[in-house]
């Protein structure tokens, strides 16, 4: 898992981290979400910095006292190498307009410890403190216990997979590409962090292992869609990634 993962946020605020990113690139504002939850190890090694180890102090809290520890709350910057942190036209109120409508407290409002990259979910941090959160749960541990996965169950993306590709009889074979490209998309933020299918190659012959994998299950359960017997004529590259999104999506379990 990364640090910048989403998937590790408080499903709810995942949700709006997601409307965020799409908002910003609307906007054509470059945003690059650069760190969620923290583990107590990490809230510790970033409480030493600027105390017992170098660099310059960047939290004022320990473990679990930061929102991060709890899982409502992200880091960002501006996806620009030399730029991250700049300012001066304004970037980071640009982008705290559109993230405070979504319900989010921007640390960038805060008078002391100004943290201008950091955003938290405010239902769960009023005043800006993990007080509530401690009082109701005790630990981060618990509270991540109560969360609702929201990552839809196999056959709720079975049927959204269906939804977006039944496109009728028109669909052209760029239309269904293009299509698909969403699909993995979205699988790939559902699985962020996992390692897994990480390409296809549009050259069948260096299709990634875990494709082949996707095959050889396919292949198993005779999908319906190919035929009994296997894979004749060829599937276009296409076909092969319907084929590996089946398979992510447990379809041939
Ligand atoms: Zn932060």
Not at 16 to 33: D, F, M, R, S, V
Not at 182 to 196: C, D, F, N, P, S
Not at 211 to 236: E, H, I, M, Q, V
Request: glycine share 8%; net charge neutral; hydrophobic share 35%.
């Amino acid at each position: 898992m990364q640090i910048r993962d989403i998937s590790r946020l408080h499903p709810e605020l995942r949700k709006i981290a997601e409307k965020l990113q799409q908002l910003c690139q609307n906007a054509g504002l470059p945003l690059l979400i650069t760190e969620t939850f923290r583990t107590k190890e990490r809230q510790d090694e970033l409480f030493a910095q600027g105390r017992t180890t170098p660099g310059s102090i960047v939290t004022s809290v320990r473990y679990p006292d930061s929102a991060h520890c709890w899982g409502v709350a992200f880091d960002f910057c501006r996806n620009l190498k030399g730029k991250e942190f700049d300012n001066s036209d304004k970037f980071f109120n640009k982008v705290a307009a559109l993230a405070k409508p979504l319900g989010l407290t921007w640390g960038g409002d805060w008078t002391g410890f100004v943290d201008m990259p950091h955003f938290e979910f405010t239902k769960f941090m009023p005043g800006s403190s993990t007080q509530t959160l401690k009082k109701q749960f005790v630990s981060p541990e618990n509270f991540i216990k109560t969360w609702i996965n929201t990552v839809e169950s196999v056959s709720e993306k079975a049927k959204n997979v269906d939804e977006a590709l039944n496109g009728g009889d028109e669909m052209t074979n760029k239309e269904f590409g293009d299509r698909l490209t969403v699909i993995e998309g979205k699988l790939t933020t559902i699985e962020a962090g996992q390692g897994r299918f990480r390409y296809i190659d549009e050259n069948t012959a260096k299709i990634a292992p875990d494709a082949n994998d996707a095959l050889r299950a396919a292949s198993a359960k005779n999908a319906p869609a190919y035929g009994a017997n296997g894979f004749d004529p060829p599937l276009t590259i296409d076909m092969v990634r319907q084929v590996v999104w089946n398979y992510r999506l447990g379809l041939y379990e």
